[in-house]
């Protein structure tokens, strides 16, 4: 069941139904990610440089070498916290578009099904706000796991494949349920939805694919939201309202 909603997922980024929503997330995450760029290195220049101009007087010659060796340093010390970021900013932009690219899927392979309820765009963005939130402190954690030898890669799938699997499936569910029902849902199925975060989390690290990570995401928990209904027959799918398209951005 996984493994077929990941193929169909994989299968849809490429698909030509998908290309408008496919450019409008990559070029959002592409943009935020550059933002955050500047950002922090802004924000490093600001604190650090003064303190290592300061410790240039009267120390030998080989202060020099010594700057050099903290600006490699600190280049890929900004890197890291680049790529520890994707995943929250993966998040706050899936909450923007998860509609988009649910309505998509569900036009493509779910056409004789009845159709989900866009969320209204509000309620979208809290959501997202307070998931990055949640996204960032895990992350967090993890960052100070990587001192601990042999933890550091279990901490990042662990936090992320928890984190990811759980908010993209709610929101998934959130299409057909009330948010109560999408949690009571996703508690049920916690194994599953788990195991199918870890896939997400190792899309999402994978270099450069890691970018469609929120196209991917929404769409693989659209698939097995639709497989785990099914095979569930004391969770009945309820009818919704037509869709209201408050949060179909970019329209």
């Known amino acids: 069941m996984i493994l077929d909603a990941a193929k169909r997922a994989f299968e849809n980024l490429f698909a030509s139904e998908t290309r408008s929503v496919f450019w409008k997330v990559l070029g959002l995450t592409i943009l935020v990610l550059i933002g955050l760029w500047f950002a922090i290195r802004s924000l490093f220049i600001w604190l650090a440089l003064p303190w290592l101009d300061s410790l240039v007087p009267g120390m030998p010659d080989w202060a020099g070498w010594m700057s050099v060796v903290l600006a490699i340093l600190a280049g890929i010390g900004l890197a890291l916290a680049l790529a520890l970021l994707i995943s929250p900013v993966t998040a706050v932009i899936a909450g923007l578009f998860l509609d988009d690219v649910a309505e998509v899927i569900e036009k493509q392979d779910y056409a004789g099904e009845p159709a989900g309820r866009a969320?209204?765009?509000?309620?979208?963005?809290?959501?997202?706000?307070?998931?990055?939130?949640?996204?960032?402190?895990?992350?967090?954690?993890?960052?100070l796991l990587?001192?601990?030898?042999?933890?550091?890669?279990?901490?990042?799938?662990?936090?992320?494949?928890?984190?990811?699997?759980?908010?993209?499936?709610?929101?998934?569910?959130?299409?057909?349920?009330?948010?109560?029902?999408?949690?009571?849902?996703?508690?049920?199925h916690a194994s599953t939805v788990f195991m199918a975060g870890l896939v997400i989390a190792a899309f999402l690290a994978v270099p450069f694919l890691n970018l469609l990570t929120p196209l991917f995401a929404a769409s693989f928990m659209v698939h097995l939201h639709k497989s785990i209904s099914r095979k569930d027959?004391?969770?009945?799918?309820q009818s919704n309202a037509p869709r209201s398209g408050t949060n179909q951005l970019g329209r």
């Open 146 to 188: 990587l001192l601990v030898p042999g933890v550091n890669l279990i901490a990042f799938f662990m936090v992320n494949g928890y984190l990811l699997g759980r908010e993209f499936f709610e929101f998934a569910a959130m299409r057909f349920r009330t948010p109560e029902e999408a949690r009571a849902f996703r508690s049920k």
């Open 233 to 237: 027959p004391s969770f009945v799918l």
């Open 119 to 143: 969320m209204p765009l509000g309620e979208a963005v809290v959501s997202s706000i307070k998931f990055f939130g949640v996204v960032i402190l895990g992350n967090a954690i993890a960052l």
